[in-house]
T-cell receptor, first 114, second 111 residues
Framework: DTGVSQDPRHKITKRGQNVTFRCDPI?????LYWYRQTLGQGPEFLTY????????KSRLLSDRFSAERPKGSFSTLEIQRTEQGDSAMYLC????????????FGSGTQLSVL | GIQVEQSPPDLILQEGANSTLRCNFS?????LQWFHQNPWGQLINLFY???GTKQNGRLSATTVATERYSLLYISSSQTTDSGVYFC?????????????FGEGTQLTVNP
């Protein structure tokens, strides 16, 4: 069990640029979640996948955001035309949807939009 | 959506002290999780506790689902317990564990 890994750990970009983050879940986990966390707040749900299917998206996820999990393993989260308001920690979590569903989080990607 | 309130927002302790953190939620839930976010940002799952009491070392948690609250007890606190403690519950009538988090309790344990 290597845990949930996220890459990169930090990303600094200029407003208007596109960025992509990657998440590798715990290998046997079939659910993968993306959350966003701003300073002083708890994480907010963005979207989740069961295997390769994206089952739910939050209203927070504007058209500039897109997430994929092409083979039901790793996932990417892309933000197009970044805005300063996108600056946040982007957290990925995974779980095994069988009985007790505990979420396990990665270390996150800290995005700063200048 | 469901509302989650945590108290106190901030807590400062001397090493060795005990503390109780509270989480209130606005609707019935079938899942409640406590997390610790360390100073480096890593969220660690402490408990999955929809009801009843669980213990893990110096930490224990109790959820009274009928009264819509949960408590996290930290005994003999250590400096490594510092960080933010979050409780989280699922949105009602959604699939998966689409969790709503409280705003957290910032705990500082001084040596």
């Amino acid at each position: 069990d290597t845990g949930v890994s996220q890459d990169p750990r930090h990303k600094i970009t200029k407003r208007g640029q596109n960025v992509t983050f990657r998440c590798d879940p715990i290998s046997e986990h079939n659910r993968l979640y993306w959350y966003r966390q701003t300073l002083g707040q708890g994480p907010e749900f963005l979207t989740y996948f069961q295997n390769e299917a994206q089952l739910e998206k939050s209203r927070l996820l504007s058209d500039r955001f897109s997430a994929e999990r092409p083979k039901g393993s790793f996932s990417t989260l892309e933000i197009q035309r970044t805005e300063q308001g996108d600056s946040a920690m982007y957290l990925c979590a995974s779980s095994l949807a069988r009985g007790v569903e505990k979420l396990f989080f990665g270390s996150g990607t800290q995005l700063s939009v200048l | 959506g469901i509302q989650v309130e945590q108290s106190p927002p901030d807590l400062i302790l001397q090493e060795g002290a005990n503390s109780t953190l509270r989480c209130n939620f606005s609707d019935s839930v079938n899942n409640l999780q406590w997390f610790h976010q360390n100073p480096w940002g890593q969220l660690i799952n402490l408990f999955y506790i929809p009801s009843g009491t669980k213990q893990n070392g110096r930490l224990s948690a109790t959820t009274v689902a009928t009264e819509r609250y949960s408590l996290l007890y930290i005994s003999s606190s250590q400096t490594t317990d510092s960080g933010v403690y979050f409780c989280a519950v699922p949105e009602r009538e959604t699939s998966g564990s689409r969790l709503t988090f409280g705003e957290g309790t910032q705990l500082t344990v001084n040596p």
